[in-house]
């Protein structure tokens, strides 16, 4: 059964979504990270001690993400093979987030359909990490746009990637990796050194499943019949320019798709910061690509949920 257990993912994702709770699993591990950095993290420590201590936090909060997650599947698979099933599958959906990333699109695109600028930058300020305040509609969409697409990486490719590879424990452990990333993973002062570890971990677990969302990505174009030749295009001239060794697949690939220009200048707490751009301006960024990114964030989601859920049948798994 538990061949047929992504998809029971992807359909309760569709049915409960993202429900917000201090129970939620990745909020658990949210306040794991936090109470454990309250412990390790000492500004007055050396930089090696920092990279010593924030590998610890990762080690701790990984093995103990992994080991509490195999003991429930255990416990689960004790009682019943539908309770390992359904249990499973409720819990793997809980590691994607196809339907919240989805609503978060929906909303602010109809803000910006009925002239509501304010309240768009308002919601797009959740999503994204950039100063919203003095976003245009075009800018508003394209922080959309960019953070739709760089989250089918990880919020779906790579946490299915990892559950093929070890199950729902090992997708856990991933959805920990990403978690860690960004809450410590970030190049500032405080992060810098303690941080570093957990950046390095998540780049290393989102190097394959980047590169499937590109080939993905590339398929969803001709399906949708969106622009195939500017998806492959993009993916191989542009991707390597995003500052993460990831994250450009899918920003390029949804940029060569539909023919739009990601990237340009963001404003951290007021400070400028250029990102390479991805992809060609041939069309002028507009709310109705944040509806496309989602179609084929959809479309890449059903595709590899196809191909994996045929992979664990022909290994009878």
């Known amino acids: ?24 699993p990745v909020v658990m591990i ?15 420590y050396s930089r090696i001690l920092k990279n010593l201590t924030g590998a610890l936090l990762v080690i701790l909060v990984l093995g103990t993400t992994y080991g509490f997650v195999w003991w429930i599947m255990q416990l689960l698979t004790s009682i019943h093979p539908w309770a390992q099933f359904i249990g499973g599958a409720l819990l793997l959906s809980f590691t994607i ?9 929906h909303e ?10 304010a309240e768009a930058r308002h919601k797009v300020g959740w999503i994204v990490g950039r100063d919203t305040d003095q976003l245009d509609v075009a800018e508003v969409t394209r922080g959309t746009v960019e953070t739709i697409a760089e989250n089918i990486v ?14 729902v424990p090992l997708a856990f452990l991933y959805r920990a990796v990403n978690t860690l990333d960004s809450m410590v993973g970030y190049k ?3 992060y810098r050194d303690f941080g570093m570890f957990a950046a390095r971990v998540d780049d290393v677990f989102n ?3 980047a590169r499937l969302t590109g080939i993905l990505l590339v398929l969803t174009a001709i399906i949708l ?3 195939v030749y500017g998806t492959m295009t993009a993916i191989w001239r542009d991707a390597a320019k995003h500052p993460s060794p990831n994250s450009g697949f899918a920003e390029a690939g949804v940029a060569g798709a539909l023919s739009i220009r990601l990237g340009g200048l963001n404003y951290y707490g007021g400070v400028a910061s250029q990102r390479a751009y991805m992809g060609e301006a041939s069309t002028e960024l507009a709310p109705i690509h944040i509806k496309q990114t989602i179609q084929m964030m959809y479309t890449a989601t059903i595709l590899f949920v196809i191909a994996i859920t045929i992979f664990l049948w022909h290994f009878k798994v």
Do not use: C, W
């Open 207 to 209: 190097y394959i499943p």
């Open 97 to 105: 987030a196809p339907d919240s990333l989805a609503k978060a699109g």
């Open 108 to 117: 602010i695109h109809n803000y910006l359909l009925t002239g509501d600028l």
């Open 30 to 44: 949210g306040n794991l990270i936090a109470f454990l950095e309250g412990r390790l993290l000492n500004t007055q």
């Open 188 to 190: 500032n002062d405080k």
């Open 154 to 167: 990880d919020g779906i490719i790579s946490p299915l990637f990892y559950f093929v590879i070890g199950g």
């Open 1 to 24: 059964m538990e061949t047929y257990l992504p998809l029971l993912a992807i359909i309760f994702d569709r049915l409960i979504g993202d429900p917000r709770s201090s129970i939620h």
């Open 225 to 227: 019949r969106f622009n």
